[in-house]
């Protein structure tokens, strides 16, 4: 039979063992360590996602009456660029498409402004499902979504994307890239990833985790694991290059992004 006051030394002496081994642990663990460098990153960008982000809401007018066509939910758009008076932001062609009507009005909802603040359609391009917005100002500050050319992407790097589901404001999901792929849709490859993206997140932003910008998601796929498709950045860029900015609209997005070659 062991001795009791023999199992009590051994249990105090292997309790202040692992109480200076964690002590030890602490002090030469590295809290600026990749791992915790990463978790800040991503949180800052989704910090910004968020302030760059607005929803674009579309009424129609009919006959004389004006409605509503996204009652139920809100599309999305980004803010790519600010100039002296005006915000420029990224969306859909399917989120304002005009179709027929008579007349189309475009309001956007940035996540710090509770109103709506109309917006013109400076351009749009059915074949790459792009549109672009242009509103005033104002008084508020918002977040500009970084862009440059050709952001490394690689197969299970993880994205952020940014949305506007069931009218929700800028609701952000992380996901990973898993590479190019062809779509129905249009004729060019699109980005494959896995953040998911719901209806009302269509023209909203997804990038790295740097929160520099790499698509505008568009679609959702449906299966046994849900998958979201985006315009990739070479289809953004080619089509801010092919929207006929007049010189003034042209020199502030060359100095801003350097787009416009």
């Known amino acids: 039979m062991l001795n009791l006051k023999k199992v009590s030394m051994l249990a105090l002496t292997m309790m202040i063992v692992l109480t200076l081994s964690g ?6 663990f590295d809290f600026e360590s990749e791992e915790y460098a990463l978790e800040d990153s991503m949180l800052e960008s989704r910090s910004l996602l968020r302030r760059a982000n607005v929803g674009v809401n579309v009424e129609y007018k009919e006959d004389g009456v004006f409605f509503d066509r996204q009652a139920e939910s809100q599309g999305s758009g980004v803010i790519f660029l600010k100039d002296t008076t005006h915000y420029y932001a990224l969306t859909n062609f399917h989120v304002i498409d005009p179709g027929d009507y008579d007349t189309t009005l475009v309001n956007v909802i940035p996540s710090m402004v509770e109103d709506e603040i109309e917006a013109e359609v400076i351009t749009m391009d ?4 792009l549109a672009l917005l242009k509103f ?22 993880m994205l952020l994307a940014v949305g506007n589901p069931s009218a929700v404001n800028s609701i952000v999901t992380y996901g990973q890239y898993l590479g190019m792929v062809e779509t129905g849709d249009v004729d060019f490859d699109v ?3 896995s953040a998911l993206i719901y209806p009302g997140n269509s023209g909203g932003a997804l990038t790295n985790i740097e929160g520099q910008l790499i698509g505008i998601n568009t679609w959702g796929v449906e299966g046994e694991e849900e998958k979201s498709l ?32």
């Open 23 to 28: 002590c030890a642990f602490i002090e030469e």
């Open 126 to 129: 059915p074949s790459r499902d």
């Open 136 to 157: 005033e100002i104002g008084s508020f500050d918002l977040g500009v979504i970084e862009i440059v050319d050709n952001p490394e992407l690689e197969r299970n790097q």
């Open 191 to 193: 980005i494959y990833h």
């Open 230 to 261: 985006a315009v990739p950045l070479e289809e953004i860029l080619a089509f801010l290059r092919e929207s006929g900015f007049d010189e003034e609209q042209e020199e502030s997005l060359e100095t801003a992004k350097g787009l416009i070659e």
